[in-house]
């Protein structure tokens, strides 16, 4: 997911990186994080996740009628 993520970043980057390049598979040293279900799983939840030097934070919620789930993520 994370290298997928990285490759729609650097095609609208200028430099061009090569992504694609990277392992299929990213082992991490630090892998921590949360997640808060204040009112269940309609509405209001947060993530929030830290692996190494890429921190990932959100809210929205999960759709199990629809089975989809709709986050507004921040990556840094």
Known sequence: M???????IAALSPSGEAIQQWPDVIRF???NGYAIFADGLDDDQQIKLR????D??????IYLEAASFNYDLLQT
Do not use: M, P
Not at 2 to 8: L, N, R
Not at 51 to 54: C, E, M, P, S
């Open 2 to 8: 994370i290298k997928q993520i990285f490759t729609a």
């Open 29 to 31: 040293s630090e892998f």
């Open 51 to 54: 692996l190494d030097n890429f």
């Open 56 to 61: 990932i934070s959100g809210t929205d919620a």
